[in-house]
């Protein structure tokens, strides 16, 4: 009965310590996080810009009306 509590306890240490990041891996995540956030934001920015720069016979002709272009530029730029 001990062995079978000393197994559970061992496999419970194993797994515990093979989550933990170290300040390298977070600071490597951050970085990362910041610049697909800088990316997407330029996404978005270019998209605006492109979509605000056409005239309204183009929009037309695009399906498009002005009001939908900041949601046009989430999608290009977030995906959703």
């Known amino acids: 009965m001990d062995e079978k509590k000393a197994e559970a306890e061992m496999a419970y240490q194993n797994t515990s310590h093979a989550a933990s990041f170290g300040i390298m891996d977070r600071i490597t995540a951050m970085v990362k996080s910041v610049k697909d956030s800088m990316h997407r934001r330029r996404v978005y920015n270019q998209t605006v810009s492109e979509l605000s720069n056409l005239s309204q016979r183009e929009l037309t002709d695009l399906g498009i009306s002005r009001s ?13």
């Open 68 to 80: 939908m272009i900041s949601q046009i530029a989430i999608e290009a730029s977030y995906g959703n």
